[in-house]
């Protein structure tokens, strides 16, 4: 894996809960082709721990377009007492062409958002890096994207997302849709301070990515982060707009470092790097809240409705956001490093999904990448045994 590890810089965080032989998750498995991924990345889990000793209890919710079907609510009570009393949410994802016309109030992303707003899930990390094995895979030149090491820092429980007022008025005989991007101070520092501390567990580098120059929340921003980082001086901070930011991402990726934003911004740029990747399908990421309280891993990309049921989807990502779970949620690095090393493993042996195929590879659908991860978690186990 790349030297500069996106694991190590997330050692800044502490774990949201003490090691133990026994481990309640929560699983949402969500719409699309969630169930897929997730029947093919417990398993892989399970063994994992199993190897090292440690138990996972599995506890499924609904959540999304299914807690909608289930219960008419994306999420519903009753998942939110699971989430609150597990140790660490495992989530695969949510939405779909079914309830794209449902009010807005209704719709599946409510649930998501919801979701980060209970559990106050307030920093995201998503890293974007290239593994050597997938180089070619990306739409970028080799040149340009290989030797990416990326960790974008995304502020998840504020912002437009969540600002008031929003709604819809009438206004001048026409309807009028309206939302508030809206940050404080508090807001701002927090999670400047997550990125500052992961900044340092990397390479010292840490761009902070706003639109100061015609957004007034963005000139609060870029004023809090100018001040935290006093308290970094061997961190070197630099502020970009995201417009500019949107291009050299794709421009010169390597540039980067550490960036980070807002919550719409990061949304948007994190979406973007994981293409520099070659496929969302191979991206984890971990939303962190405060020590004691269940952080939340999930993959980046969606929910792929128009590939849902086929078995094409690529459970890579949700088999790496669960190590992502073992190493900061549950503080058991020795199981994370079992599932990063059989992901690996499984790459360098050359099998891959449609999303990541290339010539000379061995195309598998999502069961069958699910299986040859679990075998490779047994071929570890037994050669240590």
């Not at 639109?211 to 308290?231: F, G, I, Y």
Request: charged share 20%; proline share 6%; with cysteine.
């Amino acid at each position: 894996m790349p030297p500069r590890n996106w694991r190590v810089a997330l050692g800044c965080l502490p774990p949201a809960a003490v090691c133990a032989a026994t481990h309640k998750i929560a699983v949402l498995s969500g719409d699309g082709i969630g169930p897929e991924i997730t029947a093919a990345t417990l398993p892989v889990l399970t063994e994992a721990g199993r190897a090292e000793g440690e138990e996972f209890v599995f506890t499924e919710a609904p959540i999304g377009g299914a807690a909608i079907d289930a219960t008419g609510d994306p999420y519903p009570a009753s998942t939110e007492e699971v989430c609150k009393a597990s140790d660490a949410v495992l989530l695969a994802c949510i939405g779909g062409y079914k309830w794209d016309s449902l009010p807005n109030a209704q719709r599946p992303e409510k649930g998501l958002l919801r979701l980060r707003s209970s559990l106050n899930a307030f920093a995201n990390l998503r890293p974007a890096v290239v593994l050597p094995q997938l180089a070619d895979a990306s739409t970028l030149k080799r040149e340009v994207v290989e030797g990416t090491d990326i960790l974008i820092v995304r502020e998840l429980v504020g912002g437009i997302y969540f600002g008031e007022p929003r709604g819809f008025k009438e206004e001048n005989g026409e309807k009028v849709g309206f939302n508030t991007m809206v940050y404080r101070e508090s807001e701002i520092e927090r999670i400047a301070r997550v990125a500052f501390d992961a900044a340092m567990k990397r390479g010292k580098k840490l761009c902070s990515v706003e639109k100061s120059n015609v957004l007034e929340v963005s000139q609060l921003w870029k004023e809090v982060v100018t001040r935290v980082a006093a308290d970094y001086p061997e961190v070197e901070l630099s502020h970009m707009y995201i417009d500019n930011a949107a291009m050299q991402l794709i421009r010169n990726p390597k540039a980067f470092d550490t960036i980070v934003t807002g919550n719409i911004f990061g949304d948007i740029l994190s979406d973007e790097a994981s293409m520099l990747t070659g496929s969302l399908g191979m991206l984890p990421s971990a939303s962190i809240s405060e020590p004691g309280k269940p952080g939340i891993y999930e993959p980046v990309h969606g929910s792929a409705p128009d590939i849902a049921g086929q078995d094409k989807a690529n459970p890579l990502a949700m088999v790496l956001s669960a190590a992502m779970m073992c190493r900061f949620g549950l503080n058991l690095a020795k199981v994370a490093d079992r599932l990063e090393a059989a992901v690996t493993a499984a790459l360098d042996a050359g099998y891959r999904t449609g999303d990541i195929m290339q010539p000379g590879c061995k195309q598998v659908g999502c069961q069958e990448m699910g299986k040859v991860v679990l075998q490779f978690i047994e071929q570890q186990a037994a050669a240590k045994a």
